[in-house]
């Protein structure tokens, strides 16, 4: 198929075979038989010599355990342009770099008006690249293209207007290959109903993913698994209460039950601390953060 494509593609455009991708856009490619190491090292070293951080002192998480920021800090502001830059050298970053994705998520939240406390965070997050300055990820070969999902959401995290943050990651066999942290569009009342918007957006997701996959004709066996760790949003999903606690809850976001019934997806729970997209919603205490990082594949070149 594949050099069939190519036979089609040189027909209509002038092109060169120059063999095995190494390096595309600031992101370089180690192709091996066990697998592909992708990372952006070249990219980290001209953004630390950018912001002179070059020699900064490292640091082993990209933001405290249980930190929360805010619009209203006190502190004097900073050069708002410089920090958008900074913000956005991160956020390419997050390409290759899903550990990070969070914390970028979360100091994006102030490119307004921002104030010398989220500098400091987007810095402290620069100390945690100068530490990890050769990771990358690595996608392990493998002939098992089953899709499974993580679905999960911290509640109220934003302290300035409530909202939660929904993180998702999907994996083919042991290899992350999609993932999100976003913070959710209303507030929600309960960890429950959280829980269900971060899922509804999975299973979205989840959807796409099969259509996709099957056009490529990697059709899907069986629903697709999504992993949750909250039993109140499985149970909902699967049989509905509409009681006091839950009746809230928008009918949209019941989208999950109707995919449940149909075995496009199945809900399975699993406790928190297996709780693959955990480190997308949440400042973790180093332990924790460390096995997540290294379960999404986030590491120095295994391949």
């Known amino acids: 198929m594949f050099e069939e494509f190519k036979r089609a593609m040189s027909n209509e455009f002038e092109m060169t075979n120059i063999g095995l991708m190494s390096y ?26 950018r912001f002179n951080m070059s020699n900064c002192k490292p640091m082993n998480t990209p933001i405290a355990s249980g930190i929360k920021l805010s619009k209203f800090e006190e502190g004097g502001s900073v050069d708002a342009t410089l920090f958008r830059n900074l913000v956005g050298s991160l956020r390419y ?9 969070f914390r970028v998520g979360l100091v994006s939240r102030y490119l307004e008006a921002p104030a010398t406390v989220h500098l400091k965070a987007a810095k402290r997050i620069l100390r945690y690249i100068k530490g990890t300055i050769d990771f990358g990820l690595n996608y392990f070969a493998s002939n098992d293209f089953t899709l499974r999902g993580f679905s999960d959401s911290d509640w109220a995290g934003d302290i300035d207007d409530r909202k939660s943050t929904t993180g998702c990651v999907f994996y083919m066999g042991d290899t992350a290959i999609t993932w999100s942290s976003k913070k959710q569009p209303t507030v929600t009342l309960s960890t429950c109903e959280a829980e269900c918007v971060a899922l509804n957006s999975c299973v979205t997701h989840a959807v796409w993913l099969r259509n996709l996959l099957k056009e490529l004709h990697v059709t899907q066996e069986g629903p697709t698994e999504i992993y949750v760790d909250k039993k109140s949003s499985i149970a909902l999903a699967k049989n509905p209460q509409f009681h006091e606690r839950s ?15 149909d075995k496009v997806v199945q809900l399975i729970f699993v406790k928190s601390h297996n709780q693959m997209a955990d480190i997308l919603t949440k400042a973790l205490k180093f332990d924790d953060f460390k096995k997540l990082r290294s379960c999404l594949g986030v590491g120095k070149s295994h391949v």
């Open 24 to 49: 595309y856009l600031g992101i370089e490619v180690k192709q091996m038989e066990e697998g592909i190491f992708i990372s952006q090292e070249n990219y980290v070293r001209e953004v630390l010599k």
């Open 93 to 101: 970053l997050t390409c290759t770099r899903l550990d990070i994705l």
């Open 247 to 261: 009746k809230h809850i928008d009918t949209r976001y019941h989208y999950v039950r109707q995919c449940v019934e």
